[in-house]
């Protein structure tokens, strides 16, 4: 079941962002990217959400640094865990640079996932990687605003449900502005290429 449902929330993702890919004004100046190039797209312009610290965050916070959000939540079996290891590999790969990239996880299950649990969640990937969650208002805003999928799907018990969602992870590059999209399977090493090369456009 698990694998079917992660095979849609891929497919979901790719339509999404497949649609609005086509709408972004790409510049022909600009890096080269691996992932989907999203560079002018007037989409997923901030996260106004707060931390697992219990900070109100926006994206501005975090300026400077290229920033990589994943939507998910912390009882997802493979999908979630896997991204987020990729992502602490990328940090890893980068060196000295890995300072300039900022991980961002968004619970789509907030019911659940509590902020201490979030907290716990984040340090087992990488101690500076932060997850943001907020109020179910809030959080279909952003779904929204993001052009994400998320479905409660219920199981035996009334705690023992799945979350539906779209798999991928957003790029931002150090001025807060959206850039990339990586589908769900693409790899560490490519979306560490596409970090490099927006690293290397800021310097």
């Known amino acids: 079941m698990f694998k079917r449902t992660a095979l849609k929330n ?5 339509l999404w962002v497949g649609s609005a890919g086509l709408f972004s004004a790409c510049s022909p100046k600009g890096p080269k990217f691996q992932g989907v190039d999203l560079t002018g797209a ?9 931390d697992h610290n219990g900070q ?12 990589v959000v994943f939507f998910g939540y912390t009882q997802c079996p493979d999908v979630c865990p896997t991204s987020m290891s990729e992502l602490a590999e990328v940090k890893r790969a980068l060196g000295a640079d890995g300072e300039k990239l900022q991980g961002i996880f968004v619970t789509v299950d907030p019911e659940r996932d509590t902020a201490e649990m979030l907290k716990a969640y984040m340090a087992g990937f990488d101690p500076s990687f932060i997850a943001l969650r907020g109020t179910p208002e809030q959080l279909v805003a952003v779904a929204k605003d993001f052009k994400i999928y998320f479905k409660r799907v219920d199981g035996q018990t009334p705690t023992s449900y799945t979350m539906d969602h779209s798999a991928g992870s957003y790029v931002y590059d150090t001025k807060g502005r ?9 790899g560490a090493q490519s979306l560490a290429a596409d970090v490099r090369a927006l690293l290397d456009e800021a310097r």
């Open 10 to 14: 891929i497919a979901i993702g790719a």
């Open 42 to 50: 007037e989409y997923a312009r901030d996260l106004p959400l707060t």
């Open 56 to 67: 109100a965050r926006t994206l501005k916070d975090f300026a400077g640094k290229v920033v």
């Open 178 to 186: 959206l850039r990339v999209y990586h589908r769900y399977g693409a």
